[in-house]
């Protein structure tokens, strides 16, 4: 009853809050308005304490996220929550927890400026994901709370909207503002947001296992859709569908960190963190089993798979948009062999999307090149005068004369007719062919696709 009571008061508490910062600061800054160096550009999210903003940085010209605290919650009681999490942030040093490039008064404005991620997680929750980002996604979340527990720090906010994802899927757990200092007296405030808040700390009593709780409960809305509500009994909503990403130890690990007890629960993120990677391991190595059996198997069925870990890879490197008539492996226009089998390319039947073919070697060109960069033949009548740019090229000819620009695996360059003596490596291998020492990769391939030798040299 006095958890429910307490719940009930936070709850109220939030919403008064809310309210008033929504009506005191509608027009708090607004678009194009500058603030020191920072350039206002959208409001992000409007929080019943702060306002976050994308601004520009115009001395150090990139793009920001700026915090700033609400009119009403600029008193000392407001302001010392903010400091903190100023503080936090150079002693929570971590690749998964965001940092915070600047905190100053700006202005009359209490402002934290912060590297700019391209959305929440909550945001990410509204598309289609997958399993394996799903489980990635849960392991960076792990990692993040794992070492502010390490460091004696309680969030005491984890929510899906703290947890901001930047390039390459790199997830970062920000907003440490109402974090306690386990080192510290906890304060009794019952601070956080309902519906990730675990029972004891809406009833004013944080701990290492209310960080624990809430995360699973970010880790559960992940995998299900769906968040668990009060009383949280087992199962709750959208079990089958976690069941169907999860092993069953691993339903048994989110349901212990879903516990209604504290006791029953892990002690800390950095336990979670352990079982969750114990049993991910376990997952792994029975997959690999799994994959050497289908091997054994079926050989075509495992070649089919390394063709697709290759593409995965080198598609977007290789242009790799064909296959080998014998072999179905994947190949480029760009090759003089299939580098699984050996076998000759005969570039007349791939089509190209290049706006032209060379008559000699049937190899797409463009229309401003005077020769064709694969092969040696005769030069072609220019169809344009216009110079046309393509984020392919990488390279400058090694002519003086022309210094024109160069595509990888070009042997010719396409304005001059001079041979290309430049080795030209494959991104992503360190691998040389030991004939022509251009790059492949010996992990996939048997013959080299350039000077069609074979690899086992």
């Known amino acids: 009853m006095l958890e429910r009571l307490a719940l009930s008061d936070t709850r109220c508490a939030h919403f008064v809050s809310g309210v008033i910062g929504f009506f005191w600061n509608l027009d708090l800054l607004k678009a194009r308005q500058k603030i020191g160096k920072y350039r206002i550009e959208k409001r992000l999210a409007n929080g019943p304490l702060s306002v976050v903003f994308q601004a520009y940085d115009t001395i150090h010209s990139d793009h920001v996220a700026l915090k700033i605290p609400h009119l009403h919650a600029r008193g000392e009681f407001y302001l010392q929550d903010f400091r903190r999490e100023a503080r936090l942030s150079a002693k929570l040093n971590h690749p998964n927890i965001l940092p915070i490039r600047d905190a100053s008064i700006i202005d009359g404005h209490f402002v934290i400026a912060m590297p700019l991620g391209i959305e929440t997680l909550a945001a ?27 460091a004696s720090v309680l969030h005491c906010d984890i929510k899906p909207e703290n947890l901001i994802i930047f390039a390459q899927n790199r997830l970062r757990l920000t907003d440490f503002a109402i974090s306690k200092n386990a080192l510290e007296t906890l304060r009794a405030s019952g601070s956080g947001t309902v519906g990730y808040m675990a029972p004891e700390q809406a009833a004013g009593r944080p701990m290492y296992q209310s960080d624990v709780f809430s995360l699973g409960l970010v880790i559960y809305e992940m995998l299900s859709g769906t968040v668990p509500e009060w009383p949280y009994d087992w199962p709750p909503e959208g079990l089958d569908r976690v069941r169907a990403k999860l092993s069953s130890d691993g339903v048994a690990w989110l349901r212990k960190a879903l516990a209604f007890k504290p006791s029953d629960r892990f002690k800390n993120a950095v336990a979670m963190r352990r079982e969750f990677n114990r049993i991910r391991r376990g997952a792994t190595a029975a997959k690999q089993r799994r994959r050497v059996t289908q091997r054994e198997a079926d050989p075509s069925a495992w070649q089919d798979v390394l063709f697709r870990q290759f593409q995965r890879k080198y598609r977007r490197v290789l242009e790799t948009r064909h296959e080998c008539s014998q072999c179905s492996g994947p190949i480029s226009e760009f090759m003089s062999a299939c580098p699984w089998c050996g076998s000759a390319i005969n570039a007349a039947k791939l089509p190209t999307e290049f706006p032209a073919e060379c008559p000699r070697c049937s190899r797409g060109s463009k229309l401003d090149w005077h020769y064709c960069p694969w092969c040696y033949g005769a030069g072609f009548s220019v169809e344009t005068q216009r110079s046309f740019t393509d984020k392919r090229y990488t390279h400058q000819c090694a002519n003086t004369a022309c210094r024109g620009d160069l595509m990888p695996f070009m042997r010719y360059c396409p304005w001059c007719h001079t041979k290309v003596q430049r080795a030209w490596k494959l991104e992503g291998s360190r691998s040389k062919c030991p004939s022509c020492h251009w790059g492949v990769d010996k992990d996939f391939w048997a013959h080299c696709p350039w000077c069609t030798k074979s690899l086992d040299k």
């Open 124 to 150: 990410r929750m509204r598309r289609r994901l997958s399993t394996e980002t799903m489980l990635s996604f849960a392991q960076q979340a792990l990692d993040a709370v794992a070492h502010a527990h390490v």
